[in-house]
């Protein structure tokens, strides 16, 4: 068969052809796409004409499209439909790609060519692109000399090789540590569709009559909130604790020491402190200082409101608290205190109703768009839905692909990735993926949301639309292409419309009797926003303050006992709560050691959030869910992905700077 990857998607939109693509097409494709991208740079390099803007910075947008065919598809069935043959592709590939990317950003004449570019009388988005390819190339070291270079091209293919055992590992660790139970009263307390998803869980893993508690990616897992036996919950808990770092083959402690060591040794080649300020370097915060200030100074008044917490939970347990004890007195005193029973809720929120009377609809009052099931177009597993979206006069916008539902072949969490990005230079439009983890019912069952898992499908829409209504010229720019602490922005907003009062009554209806949520449970959930908000930071800031220790180290001072450095980091930052372990410990922190892309750079849900909470309170100024707000808010931020600089689209939006204040409220740390 010839391999389709090797020519572009014959499908709308450029989807891949997933049905015809073969695991050994990837590698076929990824080798090809080297070689042809190293051409096509080198076809730059070698022109005999002066430098234009032309001839080379549109012509690098223009190359490496074939390669970037082969990554986008084979990355994506990386963290979503990862066989054991894809596993190991994938071990092979990736410090392939990490050594192309060092050879087209520490080649001397492309870089040459791209500083001798004339820039005057070029557009604003034109310019920034020089300039963004510029920063690009220092970042990545054209300044070392020839040594220093080859230094950091071994610095960065180990790396690679680390980041990919270690998320490897994680997902493993994560299937090892799900809990066997032989018997159904063990799980007393947990929801009739639960303990029907544990049976099933038990019987596709060859354990049948038995049940299985398969594991989330954070610490807290959310059957703590509803399991009545207390030695089941510290069992499920210390399960979630341990993963990664209980010694043996699927230990990943020290695969993270010598990626924090390497990270170091790489910031200081390039003329860092430490790897936390190189990082820090390419993003919209102003320093690593600025970072390191905010976080410390809401980490004591996070520790205090979970300190009150604990003691009203205390209470109510009537006995001492202990971690796996946190989120079921929790969602005791939430139901005795405010009335409020999150898994009485759940039938409120079936999934299919959630997306096309909640999530879309949103995105139609706001923006027009509209959204068609593509029943004829696949994606690569059979969970994967697709639509067409469409603006408002018609005009196709893109594609929108969903899988929502957990597999041993996906690993934990929830993300956006796209596997066409939109450009109006190569005259393509965006085709995205929202990934959730839902555990999928018994069949004919309804698939039943928890409040958090609502909350994360607004939120993955929200990066879905920051992609769809991606309108630049260059692809480098396109959708969420920007710094990493703006890019969780744009879908924290999104979350706004969960609990808006015309989206809420259109999908939160009974998912047997069609009953709209009553009144007065939405007041009542309004009223507690609030509860649990100290535990919320505490746990959070825990994991970004543990992710920023681990890159502040300089190479020679990484420790030797990862989990002891974790208890002294914890301490030193004033975040040690013995209630409340981080949101991600060392063992499963995939966000920083897997190549996520959020080393150093946890910090960013905290500091977008910033920007998120400002934008609640101007569209609520403003008149709330209209059109207009939703066209500006669109025109002005979620359209111009890296085209500008984003604190500009930003202040455009707003009127001004961001300010502290709407943060500090929403999280209830207004005495801060």
């Known amino acids: 068969m010839t391999n389709p990857l090797l020519h572009p998607s014959p499908l709308p ?11 050994s097409h990837y590698a076929e494709a990824a080798e090809a796409g080297f070689a042809e991208h190293l051409e096509e740079i080198r076809a730059i390099t070698e022109n005999a004409g002066p430098a234009t803007f032309e001839n080379t910075a549109v012509a690098m947008e223009r190359s490496g499209q074939l390669l970037q065919r082969a990554s986008a598809a084979f990355f994506t069935l990386v ?34 060519r791209f500083a001798a570019i004339d820039t005057s009388g070029l557009d604003a988005e034109s310019e920034r692109l020089v300039a963004e390819y510029l920063k ?4 990545s070291g054209i300044q070392l000399d020839q040594p220093g270079q080859s230094r950091l091209r071994e610095l960065n293919a180990e790396l690679s090789r680390l980041g990919t055992e270690f998320g490897q590992r994680v997902k ?17 307390g947990m929801p009739a569709d639960d303990v029907a998803r544990a049976a099933e869980a038990a019987r596709a893993a060859g354990h049948s009559g038995k049940f299985l508690l398969t594991l989330i990616q954070p610490t807290n897992q959310p059957a703590l909130a509803v399991l009545e036996n207390r030695a089941i919950r510290r069992r499920l808990f210390a399960a979630s604790v341990a993963r990664g770092s209980g010694g043996g083959n699927l230990d990943v402690l020290e695969l993270a020491r010598s990626m924090a060591g390497l990270r170091a040794e790489k910031a200081v080649l390039l003329g860092f402190a430490n790897y936390a300020e190189l990082v820090v370097d390419r993003q919209t ?12 100074r809401m980490a004591p008044a996070a520790v205090r409101n979970a ?10 347990a009537g006995h001492p608290l202990e971690a796996w004890d946190w989120a079921y007195y929790s969602a005791k005193v939430r139901r005795e205190k405010y009335e409020v029973d999150e898994q009485a809720l759940r039938p409120y929120f079936e999934l299919d109703r959630v997306l096309t009377d909640g999530v879309f609809f949103a995105a139609t009052s706001l923006y027009g768009i509209t959204f068609h099931e593509r029943k004829d177009l696949a994606g690569y597993h059979p969970d994967v839905r697709v639509w067409e979206v469409r603006n408002e006069d018609g005009e196709a916008l893109g594609l929108f692909l969903g899988d929502y539902y957990t597999r041993e072949s996906k690993r934990g969490g929830a993300w956006m990735n796209s596997l066409v990005e939109q450009s109006a230079l190569l005259g393509t439009k965006p085709v995205v ?53 703006f890019v969780e922005y744009p879908s924290q907003v999104n979350e706004m ?18 009953e709209p949520l009553p009144r007065g449970i939405v007041d009542k959930l309004n009223e507690s926003r609030l509860w649990g908000e100290g535990f919320a930071t505490t746990e959070y800031l825990g994991a970004a303050l543990l992710d920023l220790a681990w890159h502040v180290l300089g190479s020679g001072g990484v420790p030797e006992d990862a989990v002891a450095f974790e208890d002294k980091a914890l301490a030193a930052a004033g975040i040690a709560h013995a209630l409340i372990p981080p949101r991600y410990r060392t063992g499963y922190f995939q966000h920083v050691f897997a190549g996520a892309g959020y080393a150093a750079g946890y910090y960013s849900y905290i500091w977008s959030e910033v920007l998120d909470a400002e934008t609640v309170d101007w569209f609520t100024e403003n008149g709330g869910m209209s059109r207009a707000n939703g066209e500006r808010f669109r025109q002005e931020l979620l359209s111009r992905g890296n085209s500008r600089d984003p604190l500009e689209s930003f202040r455009t939006l707003r009127g001004r700077e961001a300010r502290l204040e709407p943060l500090l409220k929403r999280r209830g740390l207004e005495s801060l």
């Open 13 to 23: 939109f450029g989807l891949p052809p997933f049905a015809d693509i073969q695991v």
């Open 79 to 112: 963290s979503a439909d990862a066989t054991e043959d894809i596993r190991d592709l994938e071990t092979q590939l990736s410090p392939r790609f990490s050594a192309h990317e060092d050879e087209v950003f520490l080649n001397r004449g492309l870089y040459e």
């Open 136 to 139: 690009e190339f220092r970042q």
């Open 172 to 188: 493993e660790g994560m299937k090892s540590a799900a809990l066997l139970l032989d018997d159904e009263a063990d799980l007393a």
């Open 285 to 296: 915060a102003p320093d690593f200082e600025a970072i390191q200030s905010m976080l410390n």
């Open 307 to 316: 300190d009150r917490e604990a003691a009203a939970l205390a209470e109510a």
């Open 433 to 485: 993926i929202n990934n959730l983890n839902i555990s999928k019912p018994p069949a004919g069952e309804p698939t039943l949301l928890t409040l958090d898992e609502l909350r994360t499908a607004f939120h993955e829409f929200g990066h879905a639309l920051h992609g769809l209504f991606s309108d630049v010229t260059y692809p480098r720019f396109s959708g969420t292409a920007v710094p990493r602490d």
């Open 497 to 514: 419309w969960i609990m808006r009062p015309e989206v809420l009554a259109n999908y939160a209806k009974h998912c047997e009797t069609g």
